[in-house]
């Protein structure tokens, strides 16, 4: 009887350390993503991996553009990026449950498995976690993803995703793209420019903005076609 009694007192114990820790946790993680909300963050995971993999690997130095606020981006790169990444980014909570069902009923038709990756999901993947592919990573991204859209408006979240966005070897941002592939600042982007800068995203190390290959020229038509849909969503986000 007094070993039951003392096992169920350790395990009483256990359990309240795990829910203790579970809410320092909880706790840090909440406070980490306020603060990364008003200063803005010298340095990412995504800059960080960049930097580490570029010098010390390739012997060059990653391009990461100074920070731009949300409205130094040109509003036909903000529709731009809308249209190829996620069109719905305003109406959900951080997780696209219908592209989630198309990409899965996508597979079981024998087709490939399309990404179903928001533009919050990409922004919690790149500001606080490593790029590697397992399902601590993806549980890690899918908490983080709800702490974004409770804790940041949409448009921080969008400030963030084009600021810290992979788009091409070495280069960290819409402003380090714009500046590599069209020589101008990311605000002066017209149209075209912006469309073939967000066509690359789903592969920005398979392909090029400047050198465009037939599968990027596609996506370039769906994008253009898709921005009228999305153009009131892109000028909302622009403060």
């Given at each position: 009887?007094?070993?039951?009694?003392?096992?169920?007192?350790?395990l009483s114990k256990l359990r309240n350390y795990c829910l203790?820790?579970?809410?320092?946790?909880?706790?840090?993680?909440?406070?980490?993503?306020?603060?990364?909300?008003?200063?803005?963050?010298?340095?990412?995971?995504?800059?960080?991996?960049?930097?580490?993999?570029?010098?010390?690997?390739?012997?060059?130095?990653?391009?990461?553009?100074?920070?731009?606020?949300?409205?130094?981006?040109?509003?036909?790169?903000?529709?731009?990026?809308?249209?190829?990444?996620?069109?719905?980014?305003?109406?959900?909570?951080?997780?696209?449950?219908?592209?989630?069902?198309?990409?899965?009923?996508?597979?079981?038709?024998?087709?490939?498995?399309?990404?179903?990756?928001?533009?919050?999901?990409?922004?919690?993947?790149?500001?606080?976690?490593?790029?590697?592919?397992?399902?601590?990573?993806?549980?890690?991204?899918?908490?983080?993803?709800?702490?974004?859209?409770?804790?940041?408006?949409?448009?921080?979240?969008?400030?963030?995703?084009?600021?810290?966005?992979?788009?091409?070897?070495?280069?960290?941002?819409?402003?380090?793209?714009?500046?590599?592939?069209?020589?101008?600042?990311?605000?002066?982007?017209?149209?075209?420019?912006?469309?073939?800068?967000?066509?690359?995203?789903?592969?920005?190390?398979?392909?090029?903005?400047?050198?465009?290959?037939?599968?990027?020229?596609?996506?370039?038509?769906?994008?253009?076609?898709?921005?009228?849909?999305?153009?009131?969503?892109?000028?909302?986000?622009?403060?």
């Open positions: 009887m007094a070993r039951r009694r003392k096992k169920s007192k350790n203790l820790l579970l809410l320092l946790i909880v706790l840090l993680t909440g406070l980490q993503v306020f603060v990364f909300g008003y200063v803005k963050p010298p340095l990412t995971i995504s800059r960080a991996h960049s930097w580490i993999n570029y010098t010390f690997m390739r012997g060059s130095r990653p391009q990461a553009g100074q920070w731009v606020p949300l409205a130094g981006f040109s509003p036909d790169l903000r529709r731009a990026v809308i249209a190829s990444e996620d069109q719905r980014f305003l109406s959900h909570h951080g997780f696209d449950f219908i592209e989630l069902g198309q990409a899965l009923r996508s597979l079981r038709e024998g087709g490939y498995l399309r990404g179903a990756s928001t533009i919050t999901m990409q922004t919690a993947r790149t500001m606080f976690l490593c790029p590697a592919r397992n399902w601590g990573r993806k549980l890690a991204e899918a908490y983080y993803t709800l702490l974004l859209e409770i804790i940041w408006s949409k448009e921080k979240i969008f400030e963030f995703y084009l600021n810290s966005v992979d788009w091409g070897p070495g280069l960290i941002g819409a402003e380090a793209a714009s500046i590599r592939y069209f020589h101008c600042r990311a605000l002066e982007l017209n149209r075209e420019q912006a469309a073939h800068l967000a066509a690359v995203l789903p592969g920005p190390h398979l392909w090029r903005p400047d050198q465009p290959s037939a599968a990027v020229k596609r996506r370039v038509e769906r994008i253009l076609k898709e921005i009228p849909k999305v153009a009131l969503v892109g000028d909302r986000l622009k403060n």
